[in-house]
């Protein structure tokens, strides 16, 4: 799992597609103001491979519950806590407002080799980006 917290992390994404989005969102969230992670929040880049445990420790909440609720995203009374979920050609992007002032962590989420479940979420509520 990658961890991008300033924006020259941004140039080590080696897929394309998601280095443009993360360079864009960059961009985009430093048009008034110097972009600063520990004011806006940070990226995470999951990878092939890693677990629902690993990114679960770097969020500091199951990503398959609702982290006030603790309902699972498969179970009656599930309720995203997620803000965006957005559907991209190779890729999910699901995006956490973690506090009241905007901190926020955005997530991007491969569409194979990652958790079964993981994906079945991402399939079941991402919006189609539209191009």
Same mark, same amino acid.
């Given at each position: 799992? #990658?961890?991008?917290? +300033?924006? *020259?992390?941004?140039? @080590?994404?080696?897929? %394309?597609? %998601?280095?443009?989005? !993360?360079?864009?969102?960059? =961009?985009?969230? =430093?048009?008034?103001?110097?972009?600063?992670?520990? &004011?806006?929040?940070?990226?995470?880049?999951?990878? /092939? $491979? +890693? =677990?629902?445990? *690993?990114?679960?420790? #770097?969020? $500091?909440?199951? !990503? %398959?519950?609702?982290?006030?609720?603790?309902?699972?995203? +498969? #179970?009656?009374?599930?309720?995203?806590?997620?803000? &965006?979920?957005?559907?991209? *050609?190779?890729?999910?992007?699901?995006?956490?407002? !973690? =506090?009241?002032?905007?901190?926020?962590?955005? &997530?991007?989420? /491969?569409? @194979?080799?990652?958790?079964?479940? %993981?994906? *079945?979420?991402?399939?079941?509520?991402?919006? /189609? &980006?539209? !191009?």
């Amino acid at each position: 799992m #990658q961890t991008i917290r +300033d924006p *020259a992390d941004a140039a @080590t994404v080696t897929n %394309l597609e %998601l280095r443009t989005c !993360i360079e864009k969102t960059i =961009s985009d969230l =430093s048009e008034d103001y110097p972009y600063d992670p520990d &004011v806006l929040g940070y990226f995470l880049v999951v990878e /092939p $491979g +890693d =677990s629902i445990d *690993a990114l679960n420790a #770097q969020l $500091g909440f199951d !990503i %398959l519950a609702n982290k006030w609720t603790g309902i699972r995203f +498969d #179970q009656l009374g599930y309720t995203q806590s997620f803000e &965006v979920l957005d559907e991209h *050609a190779g890729f999910f992007e699901m995006v956490f407002i !973690i =506090s009241d002032d905007g901190f926020g962590i955005e &997530v991007f989420i /491969p569409k @194979t080799g990652v958790d079964p479940e %993981l994906l *079945a979420m991402c399939r079941k509520y991402a919006m /189609p &980006v539209a !191009i």
